[in-house]
């Protein structure tokens, strides 16, 4: 059974950065995505970032990119989030998720078979 463990969340003044980490454990991933979702309160959960395990190709949602970078480790399977210049708009639980075939968009919430627990990400004005 595949397990994923989210980390780093916490409360940040706009402007200021987080790192998000995403630990991945029941699995080797070779192949396939990780992925990073976000949902605000009252709000439907939406794409952030993926990136595939081989190659290291990378997607970001429009809203965060320039400011988003996402990374993983493939010797650690592990993955990062590292997150700039944050906007109040950020505010919202961080959601990673593993995709284990990466064939398709990688934006969307269905591609993907397992999902952390989320953890909370606060960005005040």
């Known amino acids: 059974q595949v397990q994923l463990v989210e980390s780093g969340g916490g409360l940040v003044q706009a402007g200021g950065s987080l790192r998000l980490s995403c630990a991945a454990s029941?699995?080797?991933?070779?192949?396939?995505?990780m992925g990073w979702f976000r949902q605000a309160p009252g709000k439907e959960r939406e794409f952030v970032a993926a990136?595939?395990?081989?190659?290291?190709?990378?997607y970001y949602a429009d809203s965060v990119k320039g400011r988003f970078t996402i990374s993983r480790d493939n010797t650690k399977n592990t993955c990062h989030l590292q997150m700039n210049s944050l906007k109040p708009g950020d505010t919202a639980v961080y959601y990673c998720?593993?995709?284990?075939w990466g064939l398709g968009t990688l934006a969307t919430i269905d591609e993907y078979d397992f999902w952390g627990q989320g953890t909370q990400v606060t960005v005040s004005s």
């Open positions: 029941g699995r080797t991933f070779s192949s396939g995505a």
């Open positions: 998720a593993a995709d284990p």
């Open positions: 990136i595939t395990w081989s190659g290291g190709i990378t």
